[in-house]
DNA sequence: GTCTATACAGCGATAGAC
DNA sequence: GTCTATCGCTGTATAGAC
């Protein structure tokens, strides 16, 4: 009696592996954590995943593929700017809920220790996240919804490292009442008075 | 010919593990790597510290306590809140301009693999930042030099997290500049117009 | 205070049977 | 696709000589 569900291996080990991740880091797990938990050995995870680096890999990946899809939905059903930037914290939101870091937050302040390939697929996370909030806060400029008192780099630099600084300090108590509250403190400098 | 510079060994064991701790994380460096820099074996390394984990109780403890001592430097000299404020983003600078991380924000990723009394002392660290952040808001709110908008806790939370964050992104391309156009830019919404 | 030597567990990874 | 077995290396930590 497998307890798999119908999941394929391949994508129960991503589950598990990211659940640690988010939650220990790159360094803070391995692939004899993930194969215990999935009752498989060390070795089934190598036919899967033939080094932990090309785990790593797929799973940001995925991650960021996630994230630009639920970009893409914000661009789509938000009225304006302001509601886009709501959604975009509340992307934030939803994961805190469950207990986790950002899992490109994590790999950042692992940066220095992961292997090249990695190091550059957080970076083009960030880069993608950055664009798209700079376009919201152009548009939200233009269309008068958000009042911006900076360049649009700088106020998605403030926005982006935020949310996550503010997710980083929140996981230590579990408060993610006061995370809301500082996240709509911190989009509500934003908004015309 | 010792090239310690008279510097006592305990000293250069947490000058070298404490940038390490900040570059790479607790679970990114071993005690092979600082004996290594040092010219010294691992044994000897016990001998001053003998655990991992009482090293790193050493290296959060004169940390905070540098930071403390720094808090109490900007109480005495800063002429108003708004100054406190405007130099408690400049300590954050400066860690960003040697290349590093806040050690606590690094320990606070890691959060979840660190040994007990680690945790506690790196949500001592974040308590008294909270704290001090509160009374300065709190103190601007009196005299005139901030506007608020939003209850003192949740205003220092944005605010810890907003440079934490910054600095966690920062990171990854060095653009320091960015995170001081950041920080300026969350600064500058607690502001009087 | 630092060394050599060692213990022992864990790591990522591979070969080859089934 | 998963297993057993094994490799080589690194991790923290300790004992005892100097």
Redesign the pocket.
């Known amino acids: 009696m497998?307890e798999?569900g119908g999941v394929?291996?391949?994508v129960r080990?991503l589950d598990t592996a990211e659940r640690m991740l988010q939650v220990r880091g790159y360094?803070g797990?391995?692939?004899?954590?993930?194969?215990e938990e999935l009752?498989?050995?060390?070795?089934?995870?190598?036919?899967?995943?033939?080094?932990?680096?090309?785990?790593g890999q797929a799973l940001i990946e995925r991650y960021a593929a996630r994230f630009s899809a639920a970009l893409d939905a914000l661009d789509e059903t938000a009225p304006d700017a302001a509601a886009k930037l709501r959604g975009y914290a509340d992307l934030y939101l939803d994961v805190l809920r469950h207990d986790l870091m950002c899992l490109c937050g994590m790999l950042a302040a692992e940066y220095r220790t992961l292997p090249e390939p990695l190091q550059a697929s957080v970076s083009a996370f960030f880069d993608t996240n950055t664009s798209w909030l700079r376009g919201v806060l152009e548009q939200g400029g233009a269309e008068g919804s958000l009042r911006l008192l900076g360049s649009p780099d700088d106020v998605a630099a403030m926005v982006l490292g935020g949310l996550e600084g503010a997710m980083l300090i929140t996981r230590l108590d579990g408060d993610v009442a006061r995370f809301s509250a500082a996240a709509d403190r911190l989009l509500n400098g934003l908004v015309p008075a």
Request: hydrophobic fraction near 35%.
């Open positions: 497998s798999d394929p291996t391949r080990i360094n797990f391995s692939y004899g954590d993930v194969a009752g498989i050995t060390r070795a089934a995870l190598h036919y899967h995943f033939k080094s932990k680096a090309e785990l």
